[in-house]
């Protein structure tokens, strides 16, 4: 069983959709999640940072994680063609330095 | 202010070759990760630096080494190259050692035939 695990999709939602891409994970000791967005044949691009449980929200961007049910999720609002990309999840232990783990990515595609 | 860069772009080898990945890190920042991202995958740790020593190595063989200079940038060597270390070689920064976000290269896709 993978540490961290993730749809791969794909994902085809209309534009305006509201997107929900999620991960869970087995190792409790987890403590720093992020989202990367990577576009095709490009490196991964920090979208959100949070620590521990808890929401944040930046602009259409909403990342929640529920600790007690190792369940982390991204919400995007009034989706567009432009967002159509693979969304990783990573995470990361307390002390552990900089060592990401990351989830297989969710394909979306944001159609016209 | 420049990101992080990488070089080459992309590379093409034959099986029991060598190569030699270069990575700058974004301006300031001393921590320097290396990561494989296998097409369709999610990125896997392959090892870490900082203060020029190796600090954390993921589930990598010994093939896999790297480097960093004093000025934070690093290479990532690759001895006796199979087919299976085919994929995209990410290199990512941080501001310091521990910070967790990190910002990631471009990459350099290497194809081993």
């Known amino acids: 069983q993978k540490e961290v695990e993730q749809d791969p999709g794909p994902l085809s939602v209309p534009e305006g959709a509201i997107v929900s891409l999620n991960c869970t994970y087995s190792?409790?000791?987890?403590?720093?999640f992020m989202w990367y967005r990577q576009y095709s044949r490009k490196g991964p691009e920090l979208l959100m940072y949070t620590y521990s449980s808890g929401n944040k929200e930046d602009g259409r961007f909403t990342a929640q994680v529920d600790k007690s049910s190792k369940y982390i999720s991204l919400f995007i609002r009034d989706s567009q063609p432009s967002d159509s990309a693979t969304y990783l999840c990573?995470?990361?232990?307390?002390?552990?330095?900089?060592?990401?783990?990351f989830g297989t990515g969710t394909q979306l595609k944001v159609e016209l | 202010d420049a990101g992080v860069t990488q070089s080459p772009t992309h590379l093409i080898k034959t099986r029991g070759q060598q190569v030699t990945l270069r990575c700058s890190p974004k301006s300031g920042h001393d921590t320097v990760s290396w990561y494989q991202q296998a097409l369709g995958q999610g990125p896997q740790f392959i090892f870490q630096y900082y203060e020029e020593e190796e600090r954390q190595r993921g589930n990598f063989p010994d093939r896999f080494s790297g480097h960093q200079f004093p000025n934070y940038s690093s290479e990532l060597n690759v001895n006796a190259l199979l087919l299976g270390d085919s994929a995209l070689y990410l290199c990512?920064?941080?501001?310091?050692?521990?910070?967790?976000?990190?910002?990631f290269g471009p990459g350099t896709r290497l194809l081993v035939l």
């Open positions: 990573a995470m990361s232990v307390t002390g552990g330095g900089n060592k990401l783990t």
């Open positions: 990512a920064s941080s501001l310091e050692w521990g910070q967790e976000t990190q910002y």
């Open positions: 190792n409790s000791a987890f403590q720093y």
